[in-house]
């Protein structure tokens, strides 16, 4: 739980730094170049992770239900989780579920202004965005790698 409410906080820092401490919308392009591999530049995201199933207001209120099921559901999973690694990314999805709840609920839309295009990277997300990535990068690795191994270590009586 503290790490969801982290990845809520710094979530929510970066995008009023990013709408209201260095006005980024207000800028020409939307864009300041930091390097030739990362920029920030400022996107209304009305879809889901990197703007797809954009839509109108059904979507809007469809992905703001969803993602108010999936914060309780992973909050009641929470309390029942024995593996640091699956706390972890049930930690990271849920903070990142409820950052861009709330950006929906109070913009309609999602801030997103992380770019790596120079990287050949398409997309442009958020700090919640990377969180709820990196969470189910957490649960994959415990579910396909670590579940494995400690079935393996328990099988041979360790």
């Known amino acids: 739980m503290i790490l969801a409410g ?4 710094l979530d929510q820092i970066t995008k009023l730094w990013i709408l209201h401490g260095i006005h980024l919308p207000d800028r020409y392009g939307n864009k300041i170049e930091i390097s030739g591999i990362f920029d920030l ?3 209304e995201n009305r879809g889901v992770s990197f703007g797809l199933f954009a839509g109108g207001m059904t979507s809007r209120v469809l992905l703001s239900l ?3 099921v999936v914060s309780v559901f992973l909050i009641r ?3 029942r989780i024995e593996r640091p690694v699956t706390a972890y990314g049930a930690g990271l999805i849920l903070g990142g579920a409820i ?3 709330i950006d929906r609920v109070f913009y309609g839309f999602v801030v ?3 770019d790596f295009s120079g990287l050949g990277f398409p997309y442009i997300f958020n700090v919640a965005d990377a969180a709820i990535n990196i969470g189910v990068a957490c649960l994959l690795l415990d579910a396909l790698v670590l579940e494995k191994r400690d079935a ?3 099988e041979q009586g360790r």
Request: glycine share 4%; net charge positive.
């Open 6 to 9: 982290a990845t809520i906080v």
């Open 41 to 43: 530049t400022y996107t």
């Open 66 to 68: 969803l993602s108010a």
């Open 77 to 79: 999973w929470l309390t």
């Open 99 to 101: 950052g861009n709840l």
């Open 112 to 114: 997103d202004f992380l």
């Open 152 to 154: 393996v270590k328990k």
